[in-house]
């Protein structure tokens, strides 16, 4: 029963938002050209998120999994606000704080995320900036993804 009633009040509050939305993403230079950690061109990098929105304001769940040299992922949570330009034409900013997974390091990592996003209906083309404390190498690194969305309603 108490799985009936969280299911139900998990429900109620996803339906009453505005806006929810899939989108996936990969990191441009990862995915065009080698670099100095060893990294060949297509290697993998994908962010995976899910957005929750209303009255401008947006909360999200990602998970980031890259194919580094040693294994990268991350999962994090955040909140931020958004708006449009024009009807078609949406930026978003968000804060979020996440834990790293790196071969044998676990830790926090904070991270801001800059996006403008291009809507053709329920399909959103995505442009994101990414600074993120890499706790794991001790520096601060910025990454241009590139991705693709889904408005769920």
């Known amino acids: 029963m108490k799985n009936i009633i969280t299911t139900y009040i998990l429900f109620v509050i996803f339906t009453s938002l505005h806006s929810q939305e899939i989108n996936i993403y990969q990191d441009t230079k990862l995915a065009l050209m080698s670099d100095s950690y060893g990294n060949k061109p297509f290697t993998t990098d994908l962010i995976f998120n899910f957005k929750l929105k209303k009255n401008n304001y947006q909360a999200l769940i ?12 991350q999962v994090s949570i955040g909140a931020g606000i958004y708006y449009n330009l024009i009807k078609q034409v949406e930026i978003s900013h968000d804060v979020n704080i996440g834990y790293i997974v790196r071969d044998c390091y676990n830790g926090i990592s904070f991270g801001i995320n800059n996006e403008l996003s ?16 890499r706790t794991d190498i001790n520096e601060i690194r910025f990454s241009c993804f590139v991705g693709i969305g889904y408005c769920l309603n």
């Open 62 to 73: 990602s998970y980031e999994y890259a194919d580094l040299q040693k294994y990268y992922s």
């Open 118 to 133: 291009i809507i053709l209906n329920k399909i959103k083309i995505n442009f994101m900036l990414q600074s993120i404390q």
